[in-house]
C-alpha cells in the first residue's frame, strides 16, 4: 500500500502538468518541468477475466474504462480487457533533465565506484544509497537480486496504442523515437548479453497482439537487471565502527517500479535524510557516571 501511495506522486509532480483536478487534463509546460511524458492510448488484456476488473490504479491513470466488444475483437485469443491513457516516460531524456537540475542548483555531481560506504566518511555527513543491485556489496543485503529484462526496440512509428498482455510479460510500448517490445523477468539472472531465442520469442509474441509488428524494422536487443527485493528498503541505519558514525538512508530494490514509484519514494527518503540532519544537530546527552 506504500508502494502505491509513492505511485500516486509520479503523475503530479514527475508529469507537473497534469492535474486530476481538471478531470485529468494537461497544462502546458513551463520550462522548469521536466520533458512532457508521451500521454500514451492503452489496453491491457487478459486470456481469462481477472479477480479484479478494476485495479487500484484505476483512478491514478486517465479515463480508465473496460474494453468494448469491437475493441477486443483485435485479439480474438482474449477475453477481457482494460482501456485507460497513461503517461511514459522517456527515462534517458528525464534522467538528463534530472541532471541538468541538480547541476543548475549549484551542486556537486561525482561520479566514482564505491567499494565500501565507510569511504564516503569523513567527507560527508550523510549517506543516501541508492544503488540498487549494488546493495548485494554495500549494504551486504543478499535480499537483493536481478531479475533479467530482455527486450527489443523496433522503428514502427506507426504503433500508437500501448498494448500489455495481463500476465505482464509481452507488452508493446511506443515511445518517441522507437517501440520497445517485451519481454522477460528471468530472476537470479545476471547476464547482459541478448539471447536470440528470447528475441525471436519476443517478436513473435508481439507479432501476435500486433501483426503489423512484422513490418517493424531497425530491430535492437536490449537487457537491463531489475533490482529484485521482497520489498523496497526504505529506512535509516546508523553505521558504528571503532567510535565513528555514519548515518545512511537505504532507497533501493524497487524491482519493476522503480520509474513509477521514484518521486514519492525520494520524497520520503528525503523525510529520512532531514531526521539523520537533526539526529546530528541534537547533542548527545551527557552522561551521567
Ligand atoms: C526491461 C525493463 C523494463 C522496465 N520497465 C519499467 C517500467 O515500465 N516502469 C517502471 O517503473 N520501472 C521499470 N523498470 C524498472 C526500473 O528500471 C528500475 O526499478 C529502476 O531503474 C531502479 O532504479 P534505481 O536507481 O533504484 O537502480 P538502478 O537503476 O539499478 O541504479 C543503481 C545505480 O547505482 C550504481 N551503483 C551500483 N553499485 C555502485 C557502487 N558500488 N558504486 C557506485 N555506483 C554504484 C549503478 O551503476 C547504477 O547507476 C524496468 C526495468 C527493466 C530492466
Known amino acids: 500500500m506504500q508502494v502505491f501511495t509513492w505511485c500516486l506522486g509520479f503523475p503530479q509532480t514527475f508529469a507537473a502538468g497534469y492535474t486530476p483536478a481538471t478531470g485529468g487534463g494537461f497544462l502546458p509546460f513551463s520550462s522548469s518541468c521536466p520533458p512532457s511524458p508521451l500521454k500514451t492510448p492503452s489496453w491491457q488484456i487478459f486470456q481469462s477475466v481477472p479477480t479484479r476488473e478494476v485495479p487500484v490504479w484505476a483512478d491514478v491513470v486517465l479515463g480508465f474504462r473496460k474494453m468494448t466488444e469491437a475493441e477486443l475483437k483485435r485479439f480474438p485469443q482474449h477475453v477481457f480487457g482494460q482501456a485507460f491513457t497513461t503517461l511514459k516516460c522517456e527515462t534517458s531524456a528525464y534522467l538528463s533533465w534530472l ?7 549549484g551542486s556537486l555531481l561525482l561520479t566514482r565506484r564505491i567499494e565500501d560506504l565507510w569511504e564516503l566518511q569523513p567527507a560527508f555527513d550523510v ?9 548485494r556489496q554495500l549494504a551486504g543485503d543478499p535480499a537483493i537480486s536481478p531479475v533479467r529484462g530482455q527486450v527489443l526496440q523496433v522503428r514502427a512509428p506507426w504503433v500508437k496504442h500501448f498494448i500489455r498482455d495481463g500476465s505482464g510479460l509481452t507488452y508493446i510500448y511506443p515511445g518517441v523515437s522507437h517501440v520497445t517490445l517485451g519481454g522477460t523477468r528471468q530472476e537470479g539472472d545476471w547476464s547482459l548479453s ?10 513473435s509474441r508481439c507479432c501476435a497482439l500486433e501483426p503489423s509488428l512484422h513490418r517493424a524494422c531497425d530491430i535492437k536487443e536490449k537487457v537491463g ?9 526504505l529506512q535509516k541505519e546508523l553505521l558504528v565502527r ?4 555514519l548515518p545512511v538512508v537505504h532507497n533501493y ?6 520509474v513509477s514509484v ?3 519514494s525520494a520524497l520520503e527518503a528525503t523525510r529520512l535524510v532531514s531526521e539523520c540532519v537533526q539526529d546530528l544537530r541534537t547533542p548527545a546527552p551527557a552522561s551521567k557516571l
Open 262 to 264: 521514484h518521486w514519492g
Open 225 to 233: 537487471l531489475r533490482p529484485g527485493r521482497p520489498s523496497v528498503r
Open 242 to 245: 571503532g567510535g565513528q558514525r
Open 99 to 105: 541532471e541538468n537540475r541538480i547541476k543548475a542548483s
Open 194 to 203: 541478448p539471447d536470440a531465442e528470447i528475441s525471436r520469442g519476443i517478436l
Open 127 to 135: 549517506v543516501v544509497n541508492c544503488s540498487g543491485l549494488g546493495s
Open 253 to 258: 530494490g524497487h524491482g519493476s517500479g522503480g
